[in-house]
């Protein structure tokens, strides 16, 4: 089970951190992602961090701005948003799956747990 938290109203320019909490004992076997979707369009890849950490991936759109972060002693994963942008503003998710391969961690449908997302709203 994830539960992701940490969203809320921010101005352009601001940082946010959103958190995802997981439970169960086998958390480090587990690729975990956030996508991000605004209503009327598909779920996106944001970006991505591998079972151990200190391997990411990013959508072009966020490199450089956001950063992915896990911590395997407690079940979380984060992502870091800072310079946010309106185009920022969704609906943000965390995923975990313990078999995607790497080629296909971008494609929500490689991920088997969903959180139940957390909104963030970049005000210009």
């Known amino acids: 089970q994830l539960q992701a938290c940490g969203g809320g109203l921010v101005q352009a320019g601001d940082s946010l951190r959103l958190s995802c909490a997981a439970s169960g004992q086998t958390f480090s076997r587990y690729v975990m992602a956030w996508f991000r979707q605004v209503p009327g369009k598909e779920r996106e890849f944001v970006g991505c961090?591998?079972?151990?950490?200190?391997?990411?991936a990013y959508a072009d759109s966020v490199k450089g701005r956001f950063t992915i972060s896990r911590d395997n002693t407690k079940n979380m994963v984060y992502l870091q948003m800072n310079s946010l942008k309106p185009e920022d503003t969704a609906v943000y998710y965390c995923?975990?799956?313990?078999?995607?391969?790497?080629?296909?961690?971008?494609?929500?449908?490689?991920?088997?747990?969903w959180g139940q997302g957390t909104q963030v709203t970049v005000s210009s």
């Open positions: 961090i591998r079972r151990t950490g200190g391997i990411t």
């Open positions: 995923a975990a799956d313990s078999g995607v391969i790497w080629s296909e961690v971008r494609n929500q449908r490689a991920y088997d747990y």
